[in-house]
């Protein structure tokens, strides 16, 4: 046996046979136990190491070649693939309480299989058509059957396949300057082109318009998978090239522009969500901010940054997964999810509006919850750096902490004389509960989750060291 088989084709193998299951609590059962096995499988086997277990010997071995092209997944991936699979069983358990089982499970299994296989395919050039196979599997499960696209999907789906010819034409530049380095011009081009690339994969400014929108289209529990699903994958997508490439690594204008871009994601993010309306929207302006801070990690440089990208990651997932939970919950009193028509909600919703406004205080970088000790030791970083940055990231913050209290002074708005009750299911309030709890545990112990992002930086030779 190979690890890309077990990671890869064996995902995909039974995403297929899931679609045949209608039983929504049996399709998450097998997935989350399946999902559990390979997480467990990813921090405890070893890779190409010999392993006894009684009178059986085997061996785990990294690579699987198909059709002249290589899937490696070593020993250092470990921890990457558990984090991806284990983030996968939180958004795979939670799915039956939104009803959203068969269809997040089965294809949002696929979908994780294949953003695997992207980062694991070489040469590089190749992951481009993986993330587009997972980019067209995910338009059903964003959009409602029998219904027409929205604008946002039709957007998510221009952009996403736009960075896609960037990505594989930098392919054949990179291959170009490997044979001639000295050549300048054409080391700018590939910057550029990977630059562009980048910027559409990752969604970030101007090139985000379809996230809020989507949010406001789709069920929220689907989006927020896939708003954290493809911005973690691409991320480590471009740690590989800026690992790979020394030329693009220790180009000058490196921080620069990612410090420019980041600051840019985050003041625009935090501002918007401070004035919109729609509940889902605020949402998506949330998620902007979250790519905008992972992009501002890399700015600060060298393992320091790699640390806290990394320590990003846990609260991120914990903090998306409770809010799409309180979101959806709400959207089925209120479809509209604006402002004006939720006034007083949280009388009869008690449990999801609290979780609505607790992860979006989490994701504002509030004390004592999730976000603040990455967001905490981001500040850090930065002010050693620029304190007119640290400033401008703080207003950021500022605009999705108003958009919170917004929201809370909505839901407080009862009429005189409302009367309290919890119209939430059992299992949901259960998952909120959890979720409450997890925020804030993650926030008082965020060491808790330090094998994780310790273990991270051994994926890449030089960004990790």
């Known amino acids: 046996m190979n690890a ?99 269809p997040l499970t089965s294809l949002g299994l ?50 996403q396949t736009l960075a896609m010819p960037f990505i594989l034409f930098s392919g054949w530049l990179l291959a170009g300057i490997e044979a001639n380095p000295g050549d300048l011009k054409l080391v700018q081009q590939a910057a550029i082109l990977i630059g562009l690339g980048f910027s559409f994969l990752l969604a970030v400014f101007p090139f985000y318009s379809w996230i809020p929108m989507l949010t406001e289209e789709s069920s929220p529990y689907s989006v927020a998978f896939i708003l954290w699903m493809f911005p973690t994958v691409t991320i480590f997508f471009g740690l590989g090239f800026l690992d790979h490439y020394t030329w693009l690594r220790d180009a000058p204008a490196l921080g620069s522009v990612l410090t420019t871009v980041g600051i840019l994601m985050v003041v625009s993010g935090g501002l918007l969500a401070a004035f919109q309306q729609h509940l889902g ?21 060298g393992t320091v940054g790699l640390n806290i990208l990394f320590m990003l990651f846990v609260p991120r997932t914990l903090s998306l997964v409770v809010w799409a939970l309180a979101l959806t919950i709400l959207k089925e009193h209120s479809p509209t999810l604006i402002l004006s028509d939720i006034k007083g909600l949280v009388r009869i919703w008690p449990f999801a509006t609290s979780g609505l406004v607790l992860a979006n205080l989490a994701l504002a970088g509030m004390p004592l919850l999730a976000g603040f000790p990455p967001h905490q030791a981001i500040w850090e970083g930065l002010a050693s750096i620029s304190l007119p940055v640290v400033i401008w990231v703080l207003i950021g913050n500022l605009g999705l902490f108003f958009s919170a209290v917004r929201v809370m002074l909505a839901f407080a708005a009862a009429p005189e004389g409302a009367h309290w009750e919890s119209r939430e299911t059992g299992a949901q309030r259960i998952l909120l509960a959890l979720g409450f709890l997890a925020l804030l545990l993650l926030g008082l112990f965020p060491q808790w989750v330090l094998p994780l992002w310790t273990k991270l930086p051994a994926i890449f030779t030089h960004l990790g060291r």
């Open 4 to 102: 890309p088989f077990l990671w890869i084709f064996l995902p995909l193998t039974l995403a297929g046979l899931l679609m045949l299951l209608r039983n929504q609590k049996v399709i998450a059962l097998i997935a989350c136990i399946f999902t559990l096995f390979l997480t467990l499988a990813a921090w405890l086997l070893p890779i190409d190491t010999a392993m006894t277990i009684g009178n059986v010997s085997f061996k785990l071995s990294s690579s699987f070649e198909i059709l002249g092209r290589h899937l490696v997944l070593g020993s250092a991936d470990r921890s990457l693939l558990a984090l991806i699979y284990g983030s996968a069983i939180v958004w795979f358990a939670v799915a039956p309480a939104v009803k959203t089982a068969r």
């Open 110 to 159: 696929s979908i994780t299989a294949l953003l695997v296989a992207a980062l694991a395919v070489e040469p590089f050039l190749y992951a481009a058509l993986l993330i587009e196979m997972a980019v067209l599997l995910s338009i059903p499960l964003l959009s409602a059957p029998g219904q027409r696209p929205g604008k946002g999907l039709i957007r998510f789906l221009i952009f």
């Open 281 to 301: 929207r605020i949402m998506g302006y949330a998620v902007i901010m979250e790519t905008g801070f992972s992009i501002l990690t890399l700015s600060l440089g």
